[in-house]
């Protein structure tokens, strides 16, 4: 049996507690190192999306005072600088987007982020803004079969550093054998080079790890088309 007047007693105590614990919170947030981090972390993601809208309408001024404000502002946990980079690279303004990139590099420990931003670069032609990106991933995480793939396979694409791009695919496969999009990469790799004899079998490969995949599938279809003008009789020719 409860006395009378102790359950709501028990519920005001209740309700003081989660007062305490409520005005706690708010101190740690406004007075704790970690606490004002929080805030300012949650405020640059505010001004970086204020950024990327105002980019979206064209509204180039504005948005670089917003990616200002996000890159003050972020915790390099944020890897601001790194996406602010990015945002202008998809509105292709790479000249833009090269001081972030330079000052994501000492900051940035994502290296997978780091090389894809370097494939991304490359891309478009800006091969000195790729070059230090890719060389700080690999730093990084040298053993990294992702991070080995984004490189190797930007540079087939682009069509340039193919022997480099051979060895870093080759050390992804010994890192992820037979993983099939890796095997295209290094397929890819082999076409660009002329090598379709090398190239045909791989991409066959990987088209079987990865069925009806558009890309491989196009990339495999270019491959059986070159080593049959090359050798009509070569095996793995149509």
Known sequence: MVPEGAASWRYSWDRYLAALLVLAAIAYLAFSGAGRQMWRDYWAHRHFLAGAQALGRAKVDLAEREFESAARLASPAQNMQATIAFDYLVFH?????????????????????????GNEF????RRS?????????????????????T???AYAVAGIQLTRAELLLKRALRLKPEAPHIVDS??????????????????????????GNPEILGHLRLARDALNQAHPNAPGSP
């Open 122 to 125: 490359l891309q478009v032609g």
């Open 129 to 149: 803004d790729a070059e230090p990106l890719f060389d700080r991933a690999l730093r990084i995480s040298p053993n990294d079969a992702e991070v080995l793939n």
């Open 151 to 153: 490189i190797g396979y």
């Open 93 to 117: 303004m790479p000249d833009a987007a090269a001081p972030y990139a330079r000052a994501a590099l000492p900051t940035t420990s994502d290296a997978l982020l780091l090389a894809a931003l």
């Open 186 to 211: 290094l397929g890819w790799t082999y076409y660009k080079m002329g090598e379709f004899s090398q190239a045909v079998p791989l991409l066959e490969q990987a088209n079987k790890g990865m069925p």
